[in-house]
């Protein structure tokens, strides 16, 4: 300000003199004209800040002198401080939006008449919607399911609701969706909702329920038998040879309910337990040999009049990583499935070998009467049988390839299962490089 008011009386005394060349009586003219010089010049500079403050900002002029250039600099810093503000707040909001692009959840914004405002990919590939066509279009029309317009519609938002989604390809196979939504209004009238594929929960409820089902008619099964003969020799008077009978009978039905109980252990302990270190080997012939005893047995116990043709063959001596009671278990249930599953009679081959990328193999084929394509996916589901009646007769418990599968998963391996009606199967387990090696000497 004192430099204002110096440079205006300056102007008016720069002037004044010059009219006291012409006379005194000018003096008093020539004061007036040089203060209202200053003050058009003054007008002037005040006019083209603001017509650059109203038609471009960025061509602010350089910071000058006077107290227009002080206020002309002033605005651009304020300027420079509010554009960083707002890019900053631009990065922060980039980097919110992509947190929830990245979300494995649905959100999606309503503004107050129910129409698209944004989307994340994940609602939109869920409620089978294009974001950038039906951006402000009502959510209503594009999602028909009469319970989520019902529920959009009431404002009661205390609970979520489960839909049909549309179905999507997955694994080359087409699946439906189940999606659980949820509202949550906020700004006035303004809608989130936020959506969640529970479908792999609802198969797990699903298999939770089947398993306790199987399990009980599992059980169920044997138990009945025990009891119809304990109330038979309870009540009857029965022949020495009968009682013998009954007795066998009894033992058969008390052995199939220890073995499945046993499967289910062996099960929950596989599922609950951490990966197997490298720590134990154990010699690939030693894993076959019981592998054969067991299955000469079975053959023998289930054909004894025309027993399987069995053949085992250890291409390459070699040492396997992991726990010697799973690689067994794993190993003899393969062989003991394949000797169930085909009539007697039939050839069932074992065989161990290297793979040319140094992984080992443990397969198991048979000669038996094949399996559909449409059963092969489900073959490891617990319980899971194509032929009912035959793995009842045989003794099976319908946990054998599940056992199986979580033993591989454990160790690293890869299930291959190949099938064709009328000419057999082929079960292969094939281990990692890393759990595979050149079997020691003993010492001796």
């Given at each position: 300000?004192?430099?204002?008011?110096?440079?205006?009386?300056?102007?008016?005394?720069?002037?004044?003199?010059?009219?006291?060349?012409?006379?005194?009586?000018?003096?008093?003219?020539?004061?007036?004209?040089?203060?209202?010089?200053?003050?058009?010049?003054?007008?002037?500079?005040?006019?083209?800040?603001?017509?650059?403050?109203?038609?471009?900002?960025?061509?602010?002029?350089?910071?000058?002198?006077?107290?227009?250039?002080?206020?002309?600099?002033?605005?651009?810093?304020?300027?420079?401080?509010?554009?960083?503000?707002?890019?900053?707040?631009?990065?922060?909001?980039?980097?919110?939006?992509?947190?929830?692009?990245?979300?494995?959840?649905?959100?999606?914004l309503l503004d107050e008449q129910g129409r698209i405002e944004w989307s994340n990919q994940t609602a939109a590939a869920q409620f089978g919607i294009d974001i950038e066509r039906d951006l402000l279009q009502h959510l209503v029309n594009l999602v028909r399911d009469p319970t989520f317009v019902a529920y959009l519609a009431s404002w009661n938002y205390s609970r979520d609701v489960v839909i049909d989604g549309p179905a999507y390809s997955h694994e080359q196979r087409a699946h439906p969706v189940r999606l659980s939504v949820q509202v949550h209004p906020y700004a006035?009238?303004?809608?989130?909702?936020?959506?969640?594929?529970?479908?792999?929960?609802?198969?797990?409820?699903?298999?939770?329920?089947?398993?306790?089902?199987?399990?009980?008619?599992?059980?169920?099964?044997?138990?009945?038998?025990?009891?119809?003969?304990?109330?038979?020799?309870?009540?009857?008077?029965?022949?020495?040879?009968?009682?013998?009978?009954y007795l066998a009978l009894m033992a058969q039905q008390s052995h199939r309910?220890?073995?499945?109980?046993?499967?289910?252990?062996?099960?929950?302990?596989?599922?609950?337990?951490?990966?197997?270190?490298?720590?134990?080997?154990?010699?690939?012939?030693?894993?076959?040999?019981?592998?054969?005893?067991?299955?000469?047995?079975?053959?023998?116990?289930?054909?004894?009049?025309?027993?399987?043709?069995?053949?085992?063959?250890?291409?390459?001596?070699s040492e396997l990583g992991g726990v010697p009671t799973e690689l067994q278990s794993a190993m003899s249930n393969l062989l003991s499935n394949a000797i169930r599953y085909t009539p007697g009679g039939g050839e069932i081959g074992v065989t161990w070998r290297l793979l040319p990328d140094g992984r080992g193999e443990?397969?198991?084929?048979?000669?038996?009467?094949?399996?559909?394509?449409?059963?092969?996916?489900?073959?490891?589901?617990?319980f899971y049988r194509v032929d009912r009646s035959r793995s009842r007769e045989t003794g099976g418990t319908g946990l054998g390839l599940a056992i199986v599968k979580h033993v591989a998963q454990r160790h690293g391996a890869e299930f291959r299962i190949e099938s064709t009606v009328g000419q057999g199967s082929r079960f292969a387990l094939i281990f990692p490089v890393s759990r595979v090696r050149e079997a020691r000497a003993l010492l001796r």
């Open positions: 300000m004192p430099f204002r008011l110096f440079a205006f009386l300056l102007a008016s005394a720069a002037l004044a003199g010059v009219a006291m060349l012409f006379g005194v009586r000018y003096l008093w003219l020539g004061a007036w004209l040089g203060a209202l010089l200053w003050l058009a010049l003054d007008a002037w500079r005040a006019q083209r800040l603001l017509h650059v403050l109203r038609t471009d900002v960025s061509s602010l002029p350089a910071r000058g002198a006077g107290v227009w250039g002080e206020i002309a600099e002033r605005i651009r810093k304020l300027l420079r401080e509010r554009d960083q503000q707002v890019r900053q707040s631009e990065d922060r909001l980039q980097e919110f939006l992509a947190a929830i692009q990245a979300s494995p959840n649905g959100v999606v006035g009238n303004r809608r989130m909702l936020l959506t969640r594929d529970v479908t792999s929960l609802e198969q797990a409820e699903a298999m939770r329920r089947d398993f306790v089902a199987n399990v009980s008619h599992e059980i169920r099964t044997p138990l009945t038998v025990l009891a119809g003969f304990v109330e038979t020799l309870q009540n009857l008077p029965l022949e020495p040879d009968e009682r013998v009978r309910m220890e073995t499945l109980v046993n499967d289910l252990l062996t099960l929950s302990r596989l599922e609950g337990s951490a990966a197997p270190t490298f720590t134990q080997w154990t010699r690939v012939r030693a894993l076959m040999a019981h592998c054969e005893d067991e299955g000469r047995g079975l053959s023998s116990r289930l054909s004894p009049q025309h027993g399987h043709r069995l053949s085992f063959a250890v291409e390459a001596d443990y397969a198991v084929r048979d000669s038996g009467p094949g399996i559909a394509a449409e059963h092969i996916p489900r073959l490891t589901e617990r």
